[in-house]
């Protein structure tokens, strides 16, 4: 179902108003982990300023180590759908559990599947039963075929409103976090219908590495990039050494909007 050989034309995912896929490039900022209501509200005023609409943010972290911040679960869906009601922004949070897909939907407006969940098939199909669009990370270790396979799991239930993200493999290169694999967007554009974003925050681990690689994600011809923001990084909960603070994410959207302007 995924597949442009039976689809030729572009899905375009639909998020309060903005259409994901129309041929417009989108950006997807906020913080890793949803903190507090102020943390998320001084990331979605930087955010509106620059005329964004999509804000991200976990709710639910799917942490390497128990022992690291695993989120606010539902009272960060809540300051999320706050946050969104208040600056008119649409919300993005990953969901962990196929039992809280449906509790999500009453407060977010894309539900994100991580890449730790990419083949977690009974979360895939619970999110082809809703009517809400998914971000679906590529996983880990995960061939391109297997990420469009974990994206058909998904259309197979009958819920078609998916983008594609990118965020960078395991391989044996240790100077970035994950390897970026750029080329996985065009070959995702051939092979599927379906949006593609790149977040360069996961897939680099490295702040100066974010607009290199957003250049490049913009450039091949990426639907969107998703970055981290966060008021004050060197205290966040989460991914301190890779959020951007608000002065580097204004810095960030002007010199890669220049770059936009060239093509
Ligand atoms: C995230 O975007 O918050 C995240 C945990 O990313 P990933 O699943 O790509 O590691
Ligand atoms: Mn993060």
Redesign the pocket.
């Known amino acids: 179902l995924v597949s442009r050989k039976k689809h030729p034309e572009n899905t375009i995912v639909e998020v309060k108003g903005e259409r994901i896929g129309d041929g417009n490039q989108y950006f997807v900022m906020g913080p890793?982990?949803v903190e507090s209501y102020e943390q998320v509200a001084a990331v979605a005023e930087a955010v509106k300023k620059q005329g964004i609409k999509l804000l991200?943010g976990?709710a639910y972290?799917?942490r390497t180590s128990p022992y690291d911040f695993q989120g606010l679960g539902v009272e960060g869906l809540k300051i999320l759908k706050r946050i969104a009601d208040e600056f008119d922004l649409a919300v993005i949070s990953?969901i962990v559990t196929p039992a809280d897909i449906e509790i999500a939907l009453d407060y977010i407006d894309v539900i994100?599947?991580?890449?730790?969940?990419?083949q977690n098939f009974e979360l895939l199909k619970a999110a082809g039963q809703v009517n809400k669009p998914i971000l679906l990370?590529?996983g880990?270790a995960a061939t391109i075929e297997e990420f469009i396979n974990a994206a058909e799991y998904i259309m197979s239930q009958g819920n078609g409103q998916i983008i594609l993200?990118e965020?960078?493999i395991r391989t044996y290169e240790r100077a970035t976090r994950?390897t970026l694999d750029i080329s996985a967007v065009p070959i995702l554009k051939k092979e599927t219908h379906l949006p593609v974003f790149v977040?360069v925050?996961?897939?680099t681990g490295r702040r100066d590495l974010l607009i290199p690689c957003a250049k490049a994600a913009l450039a091949i011809g990426a639907d969107g990039v998703?970055a981290?923001v966060h008021p004050d990084p060197a205290v966040a909960l989460?991914?301190s050494a890779q959020q951007m603070d608000i002065a580097q994410f204004n810095e960030f959207m002007e010199e890669v909007r220049a770059f936009q302007r060239q093509f």
């Open positions: 890793c982990a991200r976990g972290k799917p990953e994100q599947i991580g890449a730790r969940n990419m990370k590529r880990l993200c965020r960078g994950n977040d925050t996961h897939s998703m981290e989460s991914d």
